[in-house]
T-cell receptor
């Protein structure tokens, strides 16, 4: 049973560029949440997708957008990259209820130069 | 708002006990606990729900005071494998209508278990 998979594992971009990160949820999960984790910090909630809609959004600018596809996979897009966007981006899937554990992927390490 | 965890770091010898605390200023649906080892993804440990229901790990216990919006994670007879950073995640109502919620993580507690 495959867990949560994310691609790519590492990415280097230049300030001002755009990036797309991808996530396939664990089999049977219908909800995908995205988190940004800076070094030495806890994961910061970006947004959550359920039934192809953004169900909840954290305190991130509109440069951060996402999408969920009918097969429940998801993309995170970041436009106009800033140096401060350098972080580990984690995707977590769940069954969608607040009492459902999150299953995390190994993340995408984004470096903005 | 981000829950507050304490302590920020703790060093234990094998076999010793530790308590990690998590406090929120918001009304909560539930509290999650995760452990993250260096270079790895966070791994689920436990969920505590209103009414006292718990789901999770056999060897780790936790409590949830719903009135105070506080939770504590109890690590007993620590093993080397317990080392890592522990995050509490507090679940509060979202602002996007029915069914929406937000899971917000604290800054973490770094636990080091030494022989």
């Amino acid at each position: 049973d495959a867990g949560v998979t994310q691609s790519p594992t590492h990415l280097i971009k230049t300030r001002g560029q755009q990036v797309t990160l991808r996530c396939s949820p664990k089999s049977g999960h219908d909800t995908v949440s995205w988190y940004q984790q800076a070094l030495g910090q806890g994961p910061q909630f970006i947004f959550q997708y359920y039934e192809e809609e953004e169900r909840q959004r954290g305190n991130f600018p509109d440069r951060f957008s996402g999408h969920q596809f009918p097969n429940y996979s998801s993309e995170l897009n970041v436009n106009a990259l800033l140096l401060g966007d350098s972080a580990l981006y984690l995707c977590a899937s769940s069954m969608g209820q607040h009492n459902s554990p999150l299953h995390f992927g190994n993340g995408t390490r984004l470096t903005v130069t | 708002q981000q829950p507050v965890q304490s302590p920020q770091a703790v060093i234990l010898r094998e076999g010793e006990d530790a308590v990690i605390n998590c406090s929120s200023s918001k009304a909560l649906y539930s509290v999650h606990w995760y452990r993250q080892k260096h270079g790895e993804a966070p791994v689920f440990l436990m969920i505590l729900l209103k009414g006292g229901e718990q789901k999770g790990h056999e060897k780790i216990s936790a409590s949830f005071n719903e009135k105070k919006q506080q939770s504590s994670l109890y690590l007993t007879a620590s093993q080397l494998s317990y080392s890592g950073t522990y995050f509490c995640g507090t679940v509060s109502p979202g602002d996007s209508g029915a069914g929406s919620y937000q899971l917000t993580f604290g800054k973490g507690t770094k636990l080091s278990v030494i022989p």
